[in-house]
């Protein structure tokens, strides 16, 4: 792999045993890499990037500007996203009951003073998982009368590398409690993509047939999911 600049941008290119020059920017940070036949030399590679590099910078900026998770302290004036919308938080204190709620544009979380980050993280993610299972069930029910498949038990937990999982021997589904940040087609799309699991369990041309029947614009929602996230894909 050799690193190349053009016009500012870093490009990692990759020579291999092809034809054609292909560039992608990746996500979820939007590195640039090029593939280049063996043969193609710096001059060629920089040329080609050139040509392309006004549609590079838009990708880049893209990602740049993309809604991000990043580490959470939970104090006023950070942005939390419920459902694909993004909340100012605003944290109040008690000496009773948490509380998380929200009021027009910002999410209140209600805590003890003296709490800590973990705790706080705690009464946040019980939030979200409540949220999560009320918009969770009627999903289920509805697909599982679409698709024509049950499962045995539905459940709800952070996940690091995947939004879901099922395990078709045992009938169990396991949903990404992010999801609950995430706009709720991508639900929606996730508990489809398990449920055809149901129907076959590996990511066949079958499987492809069932999602293209029950899911018309999956791609797109999928595509919409994993470029969100840093480092939480879909399982391919
Ligand atoms: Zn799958």
Same mark, same amino acid.
Request: glycine letters at 2%; charged letters at 30%.
């Given at each position: 792999?050799?690193?190349?600049?053009?016009?500012? %941008?870093?490009?990692?290119?990759?020579?291999?045993?092809?034809?054609?020059?292909?560039?992608?920017?990746?996500?979820?940070?939007?590195?640039?890499?090029?593939?280049?036949?063996?043969?193609?030399?710096?001059?060629?590679?920089?040329?080609?990037?050139?040509?392309?590099?006004?549609?590079?910078?838009?990708?880049?900026?893209?990602?740049?500007?993309?809604?991000?998770?990043?580490?959470?302290?939970?104090?006023?004036?950070?942005?939390?996203?419920?459902?694909?919308?993004?909340?100012?938080?605003?944290?109040?204190?008690?000496?009773?009951?948490?509380?998380?709620?929200?009021?027009?544009?910002?999410?209140?979380?209600?805590?003890?003073?003296?709490?800590?980050?973990?705790?706080?993280?705690?009464?946040?993610?019980?939030?979200?998982?409540?949220?999560?299972?009320?918009?969770?069930?009627?999903?289920?029910?509805?697909?599982?009368?679409?698709?024509?498949?049950?499962?045995?038990?539905?459940?709800?937990?952070?996940?690091?590398?995947?939004?879901?999982?099922?395990? %078709?021997?045992?009938?169990?589904?396991?949903?990404?409690?992010?999801?609950?940040?995430?706009?709720?087609?991508?639900?929606?799309?996730?508990?489809?993509?398990?449920?055809?699991?149901?129907?076959?369990?590996?990511?066949?041309?079958?499987?492809?047939?069932?999602?293209?029947?029950?899911?018309?614009?999956?791609?797109?929602?999928?595509?919409?999911?994993?470029?969100?996230?840093?480092?939480?894909?879909?399982?391919?």
């Amino acid at each position: 792999m050799i690193i190349m600049i053009v016009a500012g %941008v870093e490009i990692e290119v990759i020579k291999k045993n092809i034809k054609n020059m292909h560039l992608y920017v990746m996500p979820p940070y939007g590195n640039v890499r090029i593939t280049a036949p063996v043969k193609a030399n710096d001059e060629t590679i920089s040329l080609f990037a050139i040509t392309k590099i006004a549609w590079i910078k838009k990708q880049i900026e893209k990602y740049e500007n993309q809604p991000r998770q990043s580490e959470r302290e939970y104090i006023s004036g950070e942005s939390h996203y419920v459902w694909g919308r993004r909340y100012r938080l605003e944290v109040r204190y008690t000496k009773t009951a948490n509380n998380v709620e929200i009021k027009a544009n910002k999410l209140f979380l209600t805590v003890r003073e003296n709490s800590t980050q973990a705790q706080r993280e705690n009464v946040m993610n019980e939030w979200y998982r409540a949220e999560l299972k009320a918009k969770l069930s009627p999903l289920i029910e509805k697909w599982q009368k679409i698709i024509g498949v049950t499962t045995d038990s539905v459940g709800v937990k952070n996940m690091l590398t995947r939004w879901g999982t099922c395990n %078709v021997k045992d009938k169990r589904i396991w949903i990404n409690l992010q999801l609950a940040k995430k706009p709720i087609n991508c639900l929606e799309y996730v508990v489809v993509h398990e449920l055809v699991h149901l129907l076959e369990k590996d990511h066949t041309s079958i499987f492809i047939e069932y999602m293209d029947r029950f899911l018309p614009y999956w791609r797109v929602t999928k595509d919409e999911l994993n470029s969100f996230i840093m480092d939480r894909y879909l399982e391919e």
